[in-house]
């Protein structure tokens, strides 16, 4: 059968280009969701299977088993099922489901210490193998400075990727469908050759990018190979609905069987799955309840996507996350909505199957989206608090109409571009440094170059502001240097085979920086401008106390003063990044977002001059912090909403909780509100908004009696957490947050 | 102008149509047993000019659609008419309009009139439904409450009625049937919304070191609240 028989043609038939097919072929869908359709009995037999794994999971402490024979590969494992027969989408990253496998090319001491947190051992026979392999952490670790070491030491930079594999990159796992594995790796062959051609001095760029197309073509064979372990034959294209989704999710099982990077999205498919489910209704080979079943069961499997990790690991991204983002909706670059049936079917499996944390689905918002798409949103937000929202409006500028977040926040345009994603650079702990001249303030430790040490006299905002911009753009060009150390070891130790060769061949590179602790620091160089802000000093002599004295402006009221110490904290942070030259010629961008290291951060900083004391957490990406905002949720959001995408394309992150109370009396009132202020926010180019809409006491109760709400899910921080994955301390924090209430 | 301000809350949800801007007022003369918000009797200090005000305002436009706006509330709004006349004017131009959330316990002077006149929508609150009840639970005046409540009538003004419904004072279908008897003569409101005594406002009157009259008095339980809200539902469906 032909596969691409009904189907427009265009760009897309003579290269390999999926925005073009999807953009000639998609059928947008403006009504609302009485179309959908619950579980077949098939579904609700394999969910319940894998409730009775989770639960299992659970008991065991979070991990169910560890394959230690073996090193993850595409084709280390014997074909996993969760119930051979019964499974439709085919494929577990082990030979069994919830079995994590060892993947230690990032740092292999990393892989060892996770095995031993549980209670495994690796076999020796592995050991002997990494004995004489450089992995990506011993090659870091060959080159860091002495500063850097320092820098990282004391947590000024924290969470790099220097022990761990990187991830945020997004494989076209499309083009797998569309194509067929043999045009691709016929493409990538012509692309190798023009690349050994065009080069007239044959430089180190050239000879590195042709090793890795060298490397990229091995895996799309074992790729072909991985399937025909399946029964499938991906070498040609998808015929139908279920080959389609089959064949990407092939795509994707490889790239996360080859890495375990901390978040592997699986980028933007609905309007692309739409196109075929579309055909296949037409031609009357499936019905809604077979399209329903072929995404629920996919979905199923992405709930089961598991790496091994270590605790430290955990205390960064809390909650196993692994960041299966899969973004829904948007509008095309001519207007029209690209919301589908199948965005709002991937939906439904929140109904179908239950809330959950995965894969984090992300709604890219945009004004003009349909209204009862707009309903349908809200309401699964009420009713699951599982889903994010995202401000198309504002990303298709810079990304075009085929864009998908990867992990939380970071757009990138599918198969275009790809991320060397950087972790974070505590603001906060910059600020202090810049009040201790140069020194950490926690151990005492001189990290930058000497500067003046401030007296215990108030202080002076213009000259703090001074000490910090010296301090601020020595920190941002240690940053990068870091950074580029770190993906050029990547790179050259653990580089991502299967999931760039599903990217052109000429990426586009982004280097992803980010920042933590925005909200501390303004609302400290506020104290400092509008207070009388006094350091206090240890028998060290270094300042580890403020007194504040009279009231400031905080960030999250709408309150200018403030909030344009914010925006300027961002814009010059990023302008003093973009100072030093990335690797690879990759296009510096910056994030405003924690994870939930908010909690870890505040723990290695030391007292701050917006009252908050040592140790205590910050507040959550581009959060205002807890309780700071006294003016209500759209003071708050509107605040974060003047900080500006263009210096933060790497996303700005928001996390709001309200009370269903507060939302509207009637189940109708709490939409139309939630939908309004959605609007609202992102009609100010807002970028991101985590929704949950709950009561604290819900959380109090479900921390004190894990029973009550097994399945509890909560958005944290660019991503949802099943509440129970958290640790008592993270719980605590989450609870301390501000829920707009009103009584 | 300028005027006393308690606070502001931005989603004001519950306060009238569609997402609201509540902006409260301190002053009110009415002493009700039940009021939550003791804190609002008194001058807090913070005063805002009128243009202050607009310009803080005209940052919520974006959430104003599907009839939202801002929310006059306090404390007794009217007693600051002429000030929300201005801010009103201010407004205007930008095509954000307003609720009064008001007691209707002031005399109709010019001020008020034209307050009344300008707003999109006006939340009643209902205390009781007579000169002898009003008497005994607030400061007001019956008859002056009564005549408010005619001049939203003659204006065809859109009313939301509303109740506190207290343990003990009014929380009886027998109790509702008065209040219903004296809403007879106005306009059939577009809603009737009763809304619980609750007991989470109590600390304010520590904290004031104010007496509060009903400090022995639980809070209304909500399934009862839903039981006598789907009376007078019924009954205001019955009536017209």
Same mark, same amino acid.
């Given at each position: ?100 496998? $060892? ?8 892989? $060892? ?49 220097? &022990? ?88 994707? %099982? ?49 709930? %089961? ?74 309401? $699964? ?70 500067? =003046? ?5 108030? %202080? ?36 991502? +085979? ?70 300027? #904290? ?33 723990? =290695? ?66 939409? +139309? ?71 | ?56 305002? +005209? ?104 109740? #506190?419904?207290?343990?003990? $004072? ?52 909500? &399934? ?17």
């Amino acid at each position: 059968m032909n596969a691409w028989r009904t189907f427009q043609t265009g760009r897309w038939t003579e290269e390999i280009d999926v925005r073009d097919f999807i953009n000639r072929n998609f059928t947008p869908y403006s009504g609302d969701g009485s179309f959908l359709r619950g579980m077949t009995a098939r579904t609700r037999s394999a969910a319940e299977r894998v409730k009775k794994l989770l639960i299992a999971e659970n008991e065991k402490g979070g991990v169910l088993d560890v394959d230690t024979e073996r090193i993850s590969s595409l084709l280390a494992y014997a074909p996993g099922y969760i119930q051979k027969g019964e499974d439709l989408i085919l494929g577990l990253q082990t030979d069994a489901p919830l079995k994590r496998a $060892v993947n230690p090319f990032a740092g292999y001491r990393n892989a $060892v210490q996770s095995c031993e947190a549980y209670g495994y051992t690796i076999n020796p026979e592995i050991t002997t193998k990494f004995e004489y392999r450089t992995t990506h952490n011993t090659g870091v670790f060959r080159v860091y400075t002495q500063t850097m070491r320092k820098a990282r030491h004391a947590g000024i930079l924290t969470g790099l990727p220097d &022990a761990y594999a990187r991830g945020r990159i997004i494989g076209d796992y499309r083009r797998v469908a569309l194509y067929g594995m043999d045009r691709l790796i016929e493409q990538k062959k012509a692309d190798k050759a023009a690349v050994g051609e065009r080069d007239f001095d044959m430089s180190a760029e050239t000879i590195q990018l042709l090793e890795d197309l060298a490397k990229q073509l091995e895996f799309m064979e074992q790729l072909k190979e991985m399937a025909a372990g399946y029964g499938c034959d991906i070498s040609r294209p998808a015929e139908n609905t279920y080959e389609a989704i089959q064949w990407l999710y092939f795509g994707y %099982l490889g790239a996360i069987k080859e890495q375990n990077g901390a978040a592997n999205s699986i980028g933007r498919i609905s309007a692309f799955i739409d196109i075929y489910a579309e055909r296949d209704l037409a031609e009357g080979t499936l019905t809604e309840e077979g399209v329903q079943e072929l995404i629920d069961d996919l979905v199923l499997k992405l709930r %089961l996507v598991r790496h091994l990790r270590t605790p430290e690991y955990n205390d960064l991204f809390a909650g196993d996350p692994v960041w299966v983002t899969c973004s829904l909706a948007g509008v095309s670059t001519d207007g029209r909505s690209m919301v589908t049936k199948t965005c709002f079917r991937f939906l439904q499996t929140l109904y179908n199957l239950g809330p959950s944390a995965e894969p984090n689905l992300t709604v890219l918002w945009a004004q003009s989206l349909p209204q009862g798409f707009k309903d349908f949103c809200a309401q $699964v937000s009420i009713d699951t608090d599982s889903i994010q929202y995202e401000n198309d409006d504002v990303m298709r500028g810079m990304y075009g109409d085929d864009y998908a977040i990867a992990c939380c926040v970071s757009a990138m345009k599918v198969g275009k571009q790809m991320q060397y994603f950087g972790a974070r650079c505590n603001l906060a702990k910059v600020l202090l440094m810049a009040l201790n001249g140069g020194k950490d303030e926690k151990f005492g430790e001189q990290i930058a170059p000497a500067g =003046k040490v401030f007296d215990e006299k108030p %202080l002076v905002y213009e000259e703090v502001l001074e000490a910090y911009k010296k301090y601020a753009s020595w920190m941002a060009n240690l940053y990068v240097k870091t950074m580029n150390i770190i993906h050029y070891m990547h790179d050259k130790y653990a580089y991502e +085979r299967l999931m760039m060769s599903l990217h052109d061949t000429d990426v586009e590179r982004l280097m992803a920086f980010g920042i933590s602790g925005m909200s501390v620091l303004a609302d400290s160089l506020s104290a400092i401008k509008y207070a009388k802000v006094t350091p206090v000093k240890d028998e060290r002599g270094i300042i580890t106390d403020f007194v504040t004295e009279g009231d400031f402006p905080k960030f999250g009221n709408d309150d200018d003063r403030v909030d344009d110490i914010a925006k300027w #904290v961002v814009e010059y942070f990023y302008q003093e990044l973009c100072k030093t030259k990335a690797y690879r010629g990759a296009r510096h961008t910056l994030s405003i977002l924690t994870i939930t290291s908010n909690v870890m951060y505040g723990k =290695k900083t030391g007292s701050t001059p917006d009252g908050r004391k040592e140790g205590e957490p910050f507040a959550p990406g581009a959060n205002p912090m807890h309780g700071r905002d006294a003016e209500g949720a759209l003071a708050s959001l509107n605040s974060v909403a003047k900080l500006d995408y263009r210096c933060c394309q790497d996303g700005i992150s928001n996390t709001f909780s309200v009370t269903p109370e507060t939302l509207g009396r009637t189940n109708g009132d709490r939409v +139309r509100t939630l939908t309004t202020m959605l609007d609202g926010y992102f009609a100010q180019d807002a970028h991101h908004l985590n929704v949950n809409v709950l009561n604290r006491q819900k959380l109090i109760d479900a921390m004190n009696d894990p029973t009550l709400y097994p399945s509890l899910t909560i958005r944290v921080s660019g991503y949802a957490v099943n509440f129970h994955k958290l640790t008592r301390e993270k719980q605590e924090e989450v609870i301390s947050r501000t829920f707009h209430e009103k009584l | 102008m300028k005027a006393d301000l308690h606070s502001f809350e931005s989603l004001a949800a519950l306060d009238g149509e569609g997402v609201r801007y509540a902006v409260f007022f301190t002053g009110c003369p009415l002493r009700c047993v039940c009021c939550h918000n003791p804190d609002t009797w008194h001058p807090s200090g913070r005063e805002y000019e009128s243009g202050e005000l607009a310009r803080k305002l +005209r940052r919520y436009r974006p959430y104003f659609r599907n009839g939202g706006g801002v929310t006059f509330s306090g404390g007794e709004p009217l007693l600051h008419a002429a000030y929300i006349n201005e801010v009103a004017a201010l407004l205007r131009d930008d095509g954000i309009g307003y609720a009064l959330d008001t007691s209707g316990a002031l005399p109709l002077t010019d001020a008020v009139r034209q307050a009344v006149d300008g707003a999109d929508m006006v939340l009643l609150d209902v205390k009781y439904p007579n000169a002898k009840q009003y008497a005994a639970y607030t400061k007001g005046d019956f008859d002056t409450f009564c005549r408010f409540a005619d001049y939203l009538s003659e204006t065809r003004k859109r009313v939301w009625y509303r109740t #506190v419904i207290i343990p003990g $004072v009014n929380d009886s279908e027998e109790a509702l049937d008065g209040y219903l008897s004296l809403l007879a003569r106005w306009n059939r409101p577009e809603k009737y919304e009763l809304l619980a005594f609750h007991t989470m406002g109590f600390y304010k009157y520590e904290k004031l070191g104010i007496r509060n009259p009903l400090c022995d008095t639980p809070p209304l339980d909500a &399934a009862r609240l839903r039981e006598l809200q789907a009376y007078l539902d019924r009954r205001l469906a019955l009536s017209r």
